[in-house]
């Protein structure tokens, strides 16, 4: 199944993508995809959803699209699992997960607009795939982590390279402004994915290519790093994983390039769908 949310900022209902592009309404037997959804079995007792007998609309570029989760308790992000985007960053390749956080309040529909915070000069992008957990995970093992994940969506993990790098502390201050979070167009679920560790994902900016990799190159894969995160937090029903970026990213370039007013940013993965972002300036 594909779950996505649409309709105006604030109001999205549930729905479901249907293979004629249709979109089914699913708001009268579910209030939304969070974490009530999902802790109450959401997911099973959607399968078993008459969708024939549920209002349906056009799914087309005309419509908005909110993020494919209501807002999860925590979004939790893996910087510099891809080896290449480490050398492009002159970081040493991590041993064990590099953990950060992007705020909640950061989450922002795949297609609208997203903000350059005030003062910012260094506003760039960062493709990656964005798992969603399905129940309650605490200290699980290894071999047990698929259990625990409902589905995977397209994240682009918007960063301030000089608020994250520049001005002390820790990443999270340059990764969490608002709108820096686009999540969707839809949250698919596990069987809709025949190899997760086998997608390819890019990103262009005003037409041109600047991310094209493989989730073939993780450092560290799917199970091992939910797993490895539930050793330090509980991961709750709706909470999001983002699992890192390929090479390509604009910090990366020499001299590197960053986001302006008006620039386009347009990405996907496979299976996952495509985003379409305009940069806005901070008003």
């Known amino acids: 199944m594909k779950l996505l949310r649409f309709g105006q900022k604030g109001h999205e209902k549930p729905g479901i993508l249907l293979t004629n592009h249709k979109i089914a309404d699913v708001s009268n037997h579910f209030a939304d995809f969070d974490e009530k ?114 589905g995977y969506t397209l994240h682009n993990d918007y960063s301030e390279r000089a608020y994250q790098l520049e001005r002390g502390g820790q990443w999270d201050k340059g990764k969490g402004c608002d709108t820096f979070a686009p999540l969707g167009p839809y949250l698919a679920t596990k069987d809709e994915i025949a190899d997760v560790h086998n997608l390819k994902l890019w990103l262009k900016v005003n037409g041109h290519t600047m991310q094209d990799g493989t989730t073939a190159n993780l450092i560290f894969n799917i199970p091992f790093i939910v797993s490895y995160v539930s050793q330090f937090m509980t991961l709750l029903p709706c909470d999001v994983i983002s699992t890192g970026t390929p090479a390509g990213v604009g910090l990366g370039f020499k001299p590197p390039i960053f986001l302006k007013p008006g620039d386009v940013v347009e990405l996907g993965i496979d299976g996952l769908g495509v985003q379409k972002q305009q940069l806005v300036p901070y008003t």
């Open 37 to 150: 959804f999902f802790e109450a079995h959401g997911l099973k007792k959607l399968s078993q959803t008459d969708l024939t007998k549920c209002n349906t609309i056009d799914y087309n570029p005309a419509l908005r699209l909110g993020s494919c989760i209501a807002r999860p308790s925590k979004i939790v992000c893996i910087g510099l699992n891809y080896i290449d985007h480490a050398k492009e960053t002159n970081s040493p390749i991590p041993k064990e997960p590099i953990i950060f956080f992007k705020s909640t309040t950061a989450l922002n529909g795949p297609n609208d607009p997203v903000t350059i915070p005030r003062g910012s000069e260094k506003t760039d992008w960062e493709v990656e795939l964005a798992i969603v957990i399905g129940k309650k995970a605490t200290y699980i093992p290894e071999n047990e982590a698929y259990e625990y994940i409902a």
